[in-house]
């Protein structure tokens, strides 16, 4: 898979906002913690299906990890994979940085 493919697929899986609110309700919870899918449904007001249709994704990306605990499974970030992914952002969208002229910068400011 090359750069692109790789950006697209990162991109499609941020690009919805329960899935960001799942990364985010993860991103709180202290190791070892996980939550299993009906805790993340409960938390976010939708349904297990919906929640597992979205971790599918989610994992699929690499975003998020599974591990069986009992009965079910429980879900956590992909630290490593979070990483990657801030790169892959940075290399599909540069920032330019400006230099910024302090003179035309305080006298608008007067």
């Known amino acids: 898979m090359d750069n692109i493919d790789k950006q697209a697929t990162l991109f499609g899986a941020l690009s919805d906002p329960t899935r960001l609110k799942l990364l985010r309700l993860l991103s709180q919870q202290k190791e070892p913690n996980a939550l299993c899918v009906n805790a993340l449904a409960y938390q976010l007001g939708v349904t297990q299906s919906a929640i597992s249709q979205h971790l599918r ?11 069986r ?40 400011g007067e």
């Open 57 to 67: 994704l989610l994992k699929s990306a690499g975003l998020v990890k599974g591990e």
């Open 69 to 108: 605990r009992g009965y079910r499974i429980h879900y956590f970030l992909n630290e490593e994979a979070l990483i990657q992914a801030q790169q892959q952002i940075s290399i599909a969208l540069p920032i330019k940085k400006k230099k910024i002229n302090l003179k035309s910068s305080a006298q608008s």
